[in-house]
């Protein structure tokens, strides 16, 4: 297929087409609008539909029913919004139900604002909702990643059963960039789900249920539950860049903030600075083991994030204090430039 | 000539079919069953004259009627499980009512039905059909859910007055407002009957409740909720109705009803809605039958009964 110009947004509204889904839920909010507005459009072109639900809560249920009924859905938000589908995410987490959750992330908390942020990484990765549950969490830096994770999350989904979340922010949502589906699917061809409630004619009735009364059945359902967020580790992704040779200044950043270290990192490497770049793509689950081998590698290490500092707690217990981890973040809605991140360096190799 | 049939095992000795019967043919027994509830022996069969009242107010299935011939067993549309339900609680013969419309309906394996939060949790364990649990005041966004996925299930929803009418007014409202081809149970017992008897958006004025322990005091609290008309308001055709099930007649009413509520599902008609004013004997601290008394005293004057709206009519 030929590149296409779309905006991130497009993209991923696109990207869920392909992968053979025909259903979105959701709730206007900025920045993220373009991902309903390009489905409520796309959608019943290809025997979709689209539903402007009354609220996010009313959305992300409505997902738990569709997703219980078999069918791959999903839906879109940002920050606020997907507070508000904390309580369905935590349900289809312990349903075990299949869906697909965009967050493209602003600036909080409350209202905040609608500039670009990377301050729900903690709600994305440890939890959000009530329980012991995760999501797996994939962040992309560029449209064509993010068209690819969104095809990748309906599989992964399906494949653990679990709710997938791509987080995102402004920049990539609203960013246009060349795009190519490599691959496209058809609801038919989707691999059948027997649990699912699509009517017992054949079979004896199947329970879409996240409710255990017994503590023992609800303890064993917890352990199961744990089991699979850890088989998750074979999702595991993640970009090292220019990290062949060992550095001075090992940066960790991902998403957008990751592009903009990587303009950086030319600059300083243009002045012989040795430094380079560990981004995790999947936020959950973490690439540790892959971090922990460059940080032996590395003299120092610096974490910048659009938040105060929420992915720096998992890279300072990684790192757990054989180098010593700085910090650089924005908030807000601001964003540092190349510059900022080339002072941050520079003071480190100084210092 | 007809005859009770007491499933003996299955009775929580609410007494209800004792007192619905007009002809006194029951009595409750001297000895308790495998639960430790008393249970109704045929003291009088000669009188039976078959009008199986007992059997429609039996909240636990555990009645059943032989006549000319023929033996009423539990409906298809219901799972062998017995109810968890209190003695005499209305939730159980709103499950059967449910249950035979589906089974009459011959919509069984095609039916999906949505569970709420609240005494009916475990609804999913007792309709035998594909079902689905949901959030607290969430089934009709679920229900959608699953109707908009695959609209040639028969989806219904099975929710209290809690649920419905307080934390899922939003998704009840709007439901209805997009015309949903759903069919909603609503089980209006003025009370949280779940948590213990707290107020519920349907408690009446004056109604003591564990939160309200002087009665609801309109000017606090507000005035109590009339599901159905505030829908009927919506200018989306529906087919809205409120039945009650605290007497035979009643209750075949509220029968005709649902069927009618499953009816224009399958046809693709409209969203439908069916209140059920029902009882809640443990909530209200009353015995089965006074609750029964209760209800048409108290609830049937605020809640007066029948249908609300006609989708023909809204066209
Ligand atoms: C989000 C949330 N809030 C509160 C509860 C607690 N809760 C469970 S059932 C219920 C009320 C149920 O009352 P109703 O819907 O009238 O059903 P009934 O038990 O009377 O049949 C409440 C408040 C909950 N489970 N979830
Ligand atoms: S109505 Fe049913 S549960 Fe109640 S006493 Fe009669 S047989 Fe038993
Ligand atoms: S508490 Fe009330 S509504 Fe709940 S099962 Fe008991 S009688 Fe029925
Ligand atoms: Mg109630």
């Keep these: ?351 | 000539m007809p005859t009770p049939i007491i499933t003996k095992d299955l009775c929580k000795g609410c007494e209800l079919c004792v007192h619905a019967c007009p002809e006194g043919v029951l009595e409750m027994s001297k000895e308790i069953n495998a639960k430790g509830y008393f249970f109704p022996v045929v003291a009088h069969p000669e009188k039976c004259t078959g009008c199986r009242f007992c059997l429609l107010v039996c909240p636990d299935t555990a009645v059943q009627v032989e006549a000319k011939g023929k033996t009423t067993v539990r409906t298809e549309g219901l799972t062998p499980k017995p109810f968890h339900y209190c003695p005499g609680c209305t939730h159980g013969v709103i499950h059967r009512l449910v249950g035979e419309c589906i089974e009459e309906l011959g919509i069984r394996e095609r039916t999906v039905g949505v569970a709420p939060v609240g005494c009916s949790v475990l609804a999913y364990d007792y309709f035998n059909c594909d079902m689905s649990q949901a959030s607290h005041g969430r089934a009709m966004a679920v229900a959608t859910g699953i109707k908009r996925g695959r609209p040639n299930l028969v989806v219904f929803s099975y929710q209290g007055d809690g649920d419905l009418a307080s934390i899922g007014m939003a998704e009840t409202v709007h439901a209805a407002n997009r015309g949903e081809k759903i069919t909603v149970i609503f089980v209006n017992n003025a009370i949280y009957g779940m948590t213990g008897g707290q107020m519920a958006p349907t408690t009446l004025p004056g109604q003591v409740a564990s939160t309200c322990p002087l009665g609801r005091d309109v000017n606090h609290a507000g005035w109590p909720i009339r599901v159905v008309e505030l829908l009927q308001s919506l200018r989306t055709p529906a087919y809205l109705s409120r039945v009650a099930v605290h007497d035979p007649k009643n209750i075949l009413a509220a029968k005709r009803a649902i069927r009618k509520a499953f009816k224009y599902q399958i046809d693709g008609v409209c969203f439908s809605l069916i209140e059920v004013v029902s009882t809640c004997p443990t909530g209200w601290g009353q015995q089965p039958h006074e609750a029964c008394e209760w209800l048409e005293q108290n609830m049937i004057p605020y809640y007066p009964l029948g249908d609300v709206k006609l989708p023909e009519a809204a066209a």
Excluded at chain 1, 141 to 153: G, I, K, N, R
């Design chain 1, 1 to 351: 297929m030929a590149k296409k110009l779309m905006k991130g947004c497009e993209a991923i509204g696109e990207a869920a087409i392909h992968a053979g889904c025909r259903l979105f839920f959701g709730y206007p909010i900025t920045p993220q609008n373009e991902i309903p507005e390009y489905m409520s459009a796309r959608l019943p072109q290809v025997g979709g539909v689209f539903l402007q639900a009354e609220s996010e809560v009313a959305a992300s249920n409505m997902l738990y029913g569709a997703a219980g009924a078999g069918c791959r859905v999903f839906t879109s938000s940002s920050s606020p919004g997907i507070s508000l589908m904390a309580e369905a995410i935590s349900y289809i987490a312990g349903a075990e139900l299949p869906v697909v959750i965009v967050n493209i992330m602003r600036g909080g908390p409350g209202l905040g604002g609608i500039l670009p942020s990377q301050s729900d990484y903690f709600q994305a990765t440890k939890g959000g909702g009530h329980g012991d549950y995760r999501v797996l969490v994939l962040a992309p830096s560029t449209v064509q990643e993010a068209a690819d994770l969104t095809q990748d999350a309906f599989d992964l989904a399906d494949h653990y059963r679990n709710p997938v979340m791509v987080v995102g922010d402004g920049l990539i949502g609203q960013m246009m960039e060349p795009v190519e589906f490599k691959r496209s699917i058809s609801p038919e061809e989707l691999p059948a789900k027997p649990w699912a409630t699509t009517g017992c004619s054949d079979r004896k009735p199947n329970i879409i249920n996240s409710l255990f009364l017994n503590p023992e059945e609800l303890e064993a359902h917890n352990w199961h539950l744990h089991r699979k967020y850890q088989d998750m580790a074979r999702e595991i992704r993640w970009e090292s860049w220019k990290l062949e040779e060992p550095v001075d200044v090992l940066i960790v950043a991902y998403g957008t903030v990751a592009r903009i270290c990587k303009t950086a990192i030319d600059t300083l490497r243009a002045r012989g600075v040795k430094v380079g770049l560990f981004r995790p793509i999947s936020l959950f689950p973490y690439p540790s083991e892959q971090l922990s081998q460059a940080v032996e590698k590395a003299g120092k290490v610096l974490v910048t994030e659009l938040s105060t500092g929420q992915m720096l707690e998992d890279v300072q217990a990684i790192v757990a204090g054989r180098k010593p981890v700085s910090f650089y973040g924005r908030v807000g809605g601001m964003v540092m430039s190349p510059e900022e991140i080339e002072r941050e360096v520079d003071k480190l190799v100084a210092s």
